[in-house]
């Protein structure tokens, strides 16, 4: 089935853990990113990535990192986790900006960091 | 500072009526707007976009209205189902940030049976 897939889908973690959440999609999609979902706040972007070897920081990276080594692929890696990371995150993946156009969203991923 | 606002937390509607969701936004180099629905559990999904040289762009039950001058647009669901119940955010990108989207805290829409 071709889209967006996100693994785990549930993730407890202790203070101070690392843990890499993974993204995969299979539409060739060159443009990748990465959002937190947390209450009231609507959806605010981590990381993206333009395509294969090129990333960019979004409104809140601080705590995150990612890597782009292929099209498919666009880990986003924990280095130290915090409470505050505790959220519900999305990998999106869409063609470059060409008129009408939307990005598709995997499932995500609840990550709980006590 | 949020760019695009969406200030009703929640909205309920009777089943068959019109469901109005609005949002502003304070970004005048934004020129595209786009809709998503969520359900719990799932990821957002592209629901219906409009570009800033239009005023409307309709899509079966699903119509978007951008008021410019106003920085102001909204969702109209005609008629409204159950099943329209979700989570709907609304975003906007801008040409000069490339492809990156920036949401607004969203609305929850209940239609009662």
């Known amino acids: 089935n071709a889209g967006v897939t996100q693994t785990p889908k549930f993730q407890v973690l202790k203070t101070g853990q690392s843990m890499t959440l993974q993204c995969a999609q299979d539409?060739?999609?060159?443009?990748m990113s990465w959002y937190r979902q947390d209450p009231g706040m609507g959806l605010r972007l981590i990381h993206y990535s333009v395509g294969a070897g090129i990333t960019d920081q979004g409104e809140v990276p601080n705590g995150y990192n990612v890597s782009r080594s292929t099209t498919e692929d666009f880990p986003l890696r924990l280095l130290s986790a915090a409470p505050s990371q505790t959220s519900v995150y999305f990998c999106?993946?869409?063609?470059?900006?060409?008129?009408?156009?939307?990005?598709?969203f995997g499932s995500g991923t609840r990550l709980t960091v006590v | 500072d949020q760019q695009v606002k969406q200030n009703s937390p929640s909205l309920s509607v009777q089943e068959g009526r019109i469901s109005i969701l609005n949002c502003d936004y304070t970004?005048?180099?934004?020129?595209?707007f786009l809709w998503y629905k969520k359900y719990p559990a799932e990821g957002p999904t592209f629901l219906i976009s409009?570009?800033?040289?239009?005023d409307k762009n309709e899509d079966g039950r699903f119509t978007v209205f951008l008021n410019k001058s106003a920085k102001h647009l909204s969702l109209h669901i005609v008629p409204s189902q159950p099943g329209d119940s979700a989570v709907y955010f609304c975003a906007a990108s801008a040409l000069e940030y490339g492809n990156k989207l920036v949401f607004g805290a969203g609305t929850i829409l209940r239609v009662k049976s």
């Open positions: 539409m060739n999609h060159e443009y």
């Open positions: 409009i570009s800033s040289i239009k």
């Open positions: 970004n005048s180099m934004f020129d595209y």
């Open positions: 999106a993946s869409s063609y470059p900006r060409q008129g009408s156009y939307g990005y598709t």
